[in-house]
């Protein structure tokens, strides 16, 4: 079972920038795909960037493409989320996600099979 903590959230005003990380430990497969999902206050969690272990595949959400990057560092075990030009509607807890080489196609929250415990980010206009 891998471990997943998130950190790097907070309260920001609209347009300034935010990188999460999620560091990973614990048995977590080389294969496995890691991402980033999100949800807002009475809303269901969506998907919002995944990568796979070599980094070369990434997906992005269209509602935060041109935005958000996200990116790994193997050698750390971390991944990130280089958040840009947030906005009120970014608002949200950001969960770190594993799941295998599917949920990058997927996207599915049903698919992931580890989930880190969350990091708040606030977006103020």
């Known amino acids: 079972q891998a471990q997943l903590v998130e950190s790097g959230g907070g309260l920001v005003q609209a347009g300034a920038s935010l990188r999460l990380s999620c560091a990973a430990s614990?048995?977590?497969?080389?294969?496995?795909?890691m991402a980033w999902f999100r949800q807002a206050p009475g809303k269901e969690r969506e998907f919002v960037a995944a990568?796979?272990?070599?980094?070369?595949?990434?997906r992005i959400a269209e509602f935060v493409k041109g935005r958000f990057t996200i990116s790994r560092d193997n050698a750390k075990n971390t991944m990130y989320l280089q958040m840009n030009s947030l906005v009120p509607e970014d608002t949200a807890v950001y969960y770190c996600?594993?799941?295998?080489?599917?949920?990058?196609?997927?996207?599915?929250?049903?698919?992931?099979?580890?989930w880190g415990q969350g990091t708040q980010v606030t977006v103020s206009s």
């Open positions: 996600a594993a799941g295998p080489p599917i949920l990058v196609t997927s996207t599915r929250v049903r698919d992931v099979r580890s």
């Open positions: 990568i796979n272990w070599s980094g070369g595949r990434t």
């Open positions: 614990g048995q977590i497969s080389s294969t496995y795909v």
